[in-house]
């Protein structure tokens, strides 16, 4: 049987009298990865914000009752000398060093000599660290309270974290393995209909929702980049 | 050198140590958060209340605080609330207080004590004042200090793993105002900055971690006060113009050992 783990009813978002999104409405399943699509500046960012209870809004977002999500927000650069180790900043969460290095273990932080690399890793200062350990160090940091959802704004495509993985192919992992519900933002038409059970496109309103072959036919792409450029092409200059 | 360890030095040697550390420690959040000359220019605003308590006999440490804390919320106010450009604004709050701080107080000796720093009358009750003070600002930034680092790197993560960041940004505006207070007495207005931002810009250069950096800035604050006080005292020298300066060599010792 399908359970609701969230659901959105008439989501408005205004910042100055302009209006940012504009009377949403979805749900999502428990096990659903949902990918969020639309042009840049079509609230994407917000619509989190707003999921996270950060910003305002009227509307309702109802999440199943006393759920935990976990959140990695969009990449961001830390200064390489921002004297914060990659321990002090796990250790927001509270949960002590053996969750801490499970957890690393868990985004796919590999070693063999183990006590020694994860005692390195955890003294690094957060700001010399790859943009995939950064990456993976974020999502590490979202998963550390056992979430059961999580939101995942902009998984950087073409981003290294070691071998074969991909952020995908780790988010995927994770959905199998741990039962996530995942939500992310993506640019990224080919990520989409590889990994996504369903699409949510907007542009400030609700473009389409539902499965991506269903949901994604010529004309709601249209709609949602106002042009006549095929996605495909548009997608394959990132 | 020719150094009288009377009970006046002794004061002024506690007073100045606790100030210098706190400010150590404050100024390594500043510095994180690039806040390092809006640190300076707050200073400068003190100097109009300064002026209004010399003029009208009242507490100056109470009316630099208060010029302080008003001017600080009024920039985290127009911060969050509008669009202005807040370098700009906070660059003409600058010039403005400065002044008409010159203006208001009324004779050259008092203008260069406020500028400069004066520790030569510190009496029990000030060195008393500065360590309760000192100390508060020890406690409330320790329970403040990991939210404002984690804020400095992602807003949105701070606010989403349920930092009141709105709430601590005014609350570090409050024990800025109360250090900054403080430390005029010791270097005056036109050196405070310095004070804030010297140590930890110092400590930044030791550190690959926030507690060995806050450790170290606090540390700096503390040697290089009473150290700069001892050698200003040795030589017959003006006080907060060597404790800047002591607190610069540590500075450039610093740079030896960049990381």
């Not at chain 1, 949902?34 to 707003?50: E, Q, S």
């Not at chain 1, 949960?95 to 000599?113: R, S």
């Not at chain 1, 990224?188 to 542009?203: E, G, P, R, W």
């Not at chain 2, 008092?110 to 510190?122: H, M, P, Q, R, Y």
Request: charged share 15%; with cysteine; hydrophobic share 50%.
């Amino acid at each position: 049987m399908q359970e609701t783990l969230l659901n959105v009813q008439n989501l408005s978002v205004s910042f100055d009298r302009n209006k940012i999104l504009d009377n949403l409405n979805f749900s999502v399943q428990k096990g659903d990865i949902l990918a969020v699509i639309g042009p840049n500046g079509a609230g994407k960012t917000v619509l989190f914000r707003a999921l996270l209870g950060l910003i305002p809004y009227s509307g309702k977002v109802n999440w199943r009752n006393n759920i935990k999500i976990g959140y990695v927000p969009q990449r961001f650069i830390v200064e390489r000398d921002m004297p914060l180790s990659v321990g002090e900043f796990l250790d927001y969460k509270k949960t002590g060093e053996n969750q801490m290095i499970n957890t690393l273990k868990m985004v796919g932080f590999h070693v063999h000599d183990e006590h020694h690399l994860f005692h390195h890793l955890l003294n690094q200062p957060l700001g010399v660290l790859s943009g995939g350990e950064l990456q993976k160090v974020l999502i590490a940091f979202a998963l550390l309270v056992d979430p059961k959802v999580l939101l995942f704004d902009e998984p950087t495509t073409g981003i290294d974290l070691g071998g074969e993985e991909t952020i995908y192919n780790l988010l995927k992992k994770l959905k199998d393995k741990h039962g996530l519900t995942i939500i992310f933002i993506s640019h990224d038409i080919h990520i989409v209909y590889q990994y996504a059970s369903n699409v949510l496109c907007i542009n400030k309103e609700k473009v389409c929702f539902g499965p991506p072959h269903e949901a994604l036919s010529a004309e709601e792409l249209k709609k949602l980049h106002g042009a006549d450029v095929g996605i495909y092409e548009h997608s394959s200059h990132h | 050198m020719n150094l009288v360890f009377d009970q006046n030095l002794i004061l002024s040697l506690i007073t100045v140590g606790i100030v210098g550390a706190a400010a150590g420690y404050l100024g390594s959040i500043m510095v994180l958060r690039r806040l390092a000359l809006a640190g300076d220019v707050l200073s400068h605003v003190a100097l109009p209340g300064i002026g209004i308590a010399l003029l009208y006999n009242l507490n100056p440490f109470l009316m630099a605080f208060i010029f302080l804390f008003a001017s600080s919320w009024i920039i985290w106010l127009l911060e969050t609330k509008t669009q202005l450009p807040t370098d700009a604004l906070i660059g003409i709050l600058f010039v403005a207080s400065l002044a008409t701080g010159v203006m208001i107080i009324p004779n050259l000796e008092k203008l260069g004590e406020a500028l400069f720093g004066d520790v030569s009358e510190i009496n029990i009750f000030d060195a008393i004042l500065a360590v309760l003070l000192s100390s508060a600002v020890f406690i409330i930034g320790a329970k403040i200090y990991k939210g404002l680092v984690l804020g400095t790197i992602s807003e949105d993560l701070a606010i989403a793993n349920g930092v009141k960041l709105r709430k601590i940004n005014l609350l570090f505006l409050v024990l800025v105002s109360v250090v900054v207070a403080l430390g005029i007495k010791v270097v005056g207005t036109l050196l405070m900055g310095a004070l804030i931002i010297v140590s930890a810009t110092a400590a930044k250069n030791l550190s690959r971690n926030v507690s060995r950096y806050a450790f170290l800035s606090t540390t700096f604050g503390l040697i290089a006060a009473p150290s700069g006080l001892l050698l200003a005292r040795g030589y017959e020298l003006s006080p907060g113009p060597i404790i800047i300066l002591v607190g610069v060599g540590i500075f450039l010792l610093s740079l030896f050992g960049r990381r």
